[in-house]
């Protein structure tokens, strides 16, 4: 059932880079943003807007990475977006005036719930987590829903992973990793 839901959750597009006018932690073209209501969240809780930023898609607002970094999923390297609504449960373009976040809530993971987070995204790989900050950030939507990301920072690269009901998916994560000077903006052009 976790996979199920996992391939609605995590939006992974194929999207061609184009010109963005790009804020701290919104990114979209003027007519993109048009009619975005009053209770849309527009600017981004540290940490998460040092790896993230919102932008306007024709599926609604959605969470992905910040120009000039990418969020790419550990299974097979595709580019991760955290839509706030349901793109493939309604595919037809909805906007921003219909799928947007009402909250974003960050809170750094102590502790044995910390341990418990960073063992499930460390499985399999040669990282070094002993310092490793893990933050639980819940994105809630116009709808009511809410989904949680728990975002690991290890210093020089981030990861995230969905962790649904008090539990983690594994298949779900994703490396945040830093591009370069030269790199454009992940967004698509719409």
Same mark, same amino acid.
């Given at each position: 059932? %976790?996979? &199920?839901? =996992?391939?609605?959750?995590?939006?992974?597009?194929?999207?061609?880079?184009? &010109?963005?006018?790009?804020?701290?932690? !919104?990114?979209?073209?003027?007519h993109?943003?048009a009619? #975005?209501? !009053?209770?849309?969240? #527009?600017?981004?809780?540290?940490? =998460?807007?040092?790896?993230?930023?919102?932008?306007?898609?024709?599926?609604?607002? %959605?969470?992905?990475?910040?120009?000039?970094?990418?969020?790419?999923?550990?299974?097979?390297?595709?580019k991760?977006?955290?839509?706030?609504?349901?793109?493939?449960?309604?595919?037809?373009?909805?906007?921003?005036?219909? %799928?947007?976040? #009402?909250?974003?809530?960050?809170?750094? *993971?102590?502790?044995?719930? !910390? $341990?418990?987070?960073?063992?499930?995204?460390?499985?399999? =790989?040669? *990282?070094?987590?002993? $310092?490793?900050?893990?933050?639980?950030?819940?994105?809630?939507s116009?709808?009511? &829903?809410? $989904?949680?990301?728990?975002?690991?920072d290890?210093?020089?690269?981030?990861?995230g992973?969905?962790?649904?009901?008090? &539990?983690?998916?594994?298949?779900? !994560?994703?490396?945040?990793?830093?591009?370069?000077p030269?790199?454009?903006?992940?967004?698509?052009?719409?």
């Amino acid at each position: 059932m %976790a996979k &199920g839901k =996992l391939a609605i959750f995590l939006c992974v597009l194929a999207i061609s880079a184009g &010109g963005r006018a790009n804020t701290p932690s !919104r990114a979209a073209s003027p007519h993109e943003c048009a009619g #975005t209501p !009053r209770d849309a969240v #527009t600017t981004l809780p540290a940490p =998460l807007r040092k790896w993230a930023q919102i932008a306007c898609t024709p599926y609604g607002d %959605a969470l992905g990475s910040r120009k000039g970094s990418i969020w790419a999923a550990l299974d097979d390297a595709r580019k991760v977006m955290i839509p706030s609504g349901d793109p493939q449960g309604n595919p037809d373009p909805v906007a921003n005036e219909t %799928a947007y976040f #009402t909250a974003i809530d960050v809170s750094e *993971l102590k502790d044995d719930d !910390r $341990n418990f987070a960073v063992e499930i995204f460390h499985d399999g =790989l040669d *990282l070094d987590v002993a $310092n490793a900050k893990v933050y639980r950030v819940d994105l809630t939507s116009e709808a009511g &829903g809410v $989904n949680t990301i728990y975002f690991f920072d290890f210093d020089k690269f981030a990861g995230g992973m969905w962790c649904p009901d008090g &539990g983690c998916v594994p298949e779900s !994560r994703f490396l945040i990793m830093e591009q370069g000077p030269e790199a454009k903006s992940d967004w698509p052009s719409i």
